[in-house]
């Protein structure tokens, strides 16, 4: 997702300091880019399944974080009408 650095392939997951980091950029996002990075995450996580792969940790660490946020921010909106 452009604007959300990744871990590199290599690694087996996003440490701590990647998920604060993740965290971090989200937390500033207005609530337009919010909804933007979440579906293209979440085009993102379908694609690969599609195509027989599962999606990275770290793509799935950052839709996951990108959700937690939006319920943060908007309780009352349900999620499956968003992303």
Same mark, same amino acid.
């Given at each position: 997702?452009? @604007?959300? !650095?990744?871990? @590199?392939?290599?690694?087996?997951? %996003? @440490? ?11 937390? !500033? ?21 599609? !195509?027989?792969? $599962? $999606? ?10 990108? +959700?937690?946020?939006?319920?943060? +921010?908007? $309780?009352?909106? %349900? ?5």
């Amino acid at each position: 997702m452009a @604007g959300l !650095k990744r871990v @590199g392939p290599g690694s087996s997951g %996003p @440490g701590q300091a990647a998920l604060d980091l993740i965290r971090q950029r989200i937390y !500033k996002m207005t609530d337009f880019d919010l909804l933007r990075f979440g579906l293209i995450g979440k085009f993102e996580c379908s694609e690969l399944q599609r !195509k027989g792969q $599962p $999606p990275s940790e770290v793509l799935t660490a950052e839709l996951e974080e990108l +959700r937690a946020e939006w319920k943060r +921010r908007f $309780p009352e909106l %349900p999620l499956r009408d968003s992303f």
